[in-house]
C-alpha cells in the first residue's frame, strides 16, 4: 500500500486540533509529543461496538525519537508493507467488554494470531482519563507479553490510537504509538 503525502498545512491542522486526522498516514506524520497532545483531546466510543471487526493496525512512533532520522525511520518501518503486525481483531462481548487477538505475518510463514487479550474500558496510565485498555495479561499469554498495556482512543469515525506502555514492578513506560483503524472507516482527503 503506497503512503500517502501529508502537506504542512493538514500535518499543522492535525497537530494543532483544528482538524482530526482521517488516516494511518497523517497520524504517522506527527511526532510523539503531538500524539500525546491527541490523545488528550481524543475521546473514547461509548460501546465496545465501535471497534468491532479485523482492524488494520499501524505503529506510529517511537517514544523519544522526535521528528529526527529516527523517528523517519520507524515511520518507514510501521508503513512498510512486510511489517509483521497487522493489526487486532476484535469483537466485543457486551457493550463494555470484549475480546481480541493480534494478526502477524512472520517472514516464510502464514498469517499468525497471537497475543489474545481482553477489551475494557478504564483510566488512561498516561493521563488518567478513559480510554479503550487491552489487556493482555490473561492466562496463556507468554511472561514477556503479559506486562503490555495498550490503550486507544478515538480521534475520528473508525480510527483509534494510543500508547503502548510496559509495567515493571509498579510503574509504567511508555514505548511507542500505535493505531488501528475498522475497516471501510477510512476517509480520503478531498482532492
Request: glycine share 10%; hydrophobic share 30%.
Given at each position: 500500500m503506497e503512503r500517502e503525502q501529508i502537506t504542512k498545512e493538514r500535518h499543522d491542522q492535525i497537530a494543532k486540533g483544528e482538524a482530526p486526522p482521517?488516516?494511518?498516514?497523517?497520524l504517522a506524520s506527527l511526532s510523539h509529543a503531538?500524539?500525546?497532545k491527541l490523545y488528550a483531546r481524543a475521546t473514547v466510543p461509548s460501546d465496545m461496538r465501535a471497534l468491532?471487526?479485523?482492524?488494520?493496525g499501524r505503529m506510529l512512533a517511537?517514544?523519544?525519537?522526535?521528528?529526527g532520522p529516527f523517528h523517519q525511520l520507524f515511520a518507514a518501518l510501521g508503513a512498510w508493507q512486510h511489517f509483521p503486525w497487522e493489526g487486532k481483531n476484535l469483537k466485543a462481548t457486551s457493550a463494555t467488554e470484549g475480546t481480541g487477538i493480534n494478526r502477524v505475518k512472520i517472514p516464510g510463514m502464514d498469517r499468525e494470531e497471537l497475543f489474545h487479550f481482553k477489551t475494557l474500558f478504564d483510566p488512561s496510565a498516561l493521563d488518567g482519563k478513559p480510554c479503550v485498555f487491552i489487556d493482555?495479561?490473561?492466562?496463556?499469554n507468554p511472561?514477556?507479553?503479559?506486562?503490555l498495556r495498550d490503550e486507544v482512543r478515538?480521534?475520528?469515525p473508525g480510527l483509534f490510537f494510543g500508547p503502548v506502555l510496559i509495567r515493571h514492578r509498579k510503574e509504567m513506560t511508555q514505548l511507542l504509538w500505535f493505531a488501528i483503524q475498522v475497516p471501510g472507516k477510512q476517509e480520503r482527503p478531498s482532492a
Open positions: 482521517r488516516t494511518l498516514d497523517e503531538e500524539l500525546l468491532d471487526g479485523e482492524l488494520r517511537v517514544r523519544g525519537t522526535e521528528l493482555y495479561d490473561i492466562e496463556g511472561a514477556y507479553i503479559r506486562p478515538q480521534v475520528s
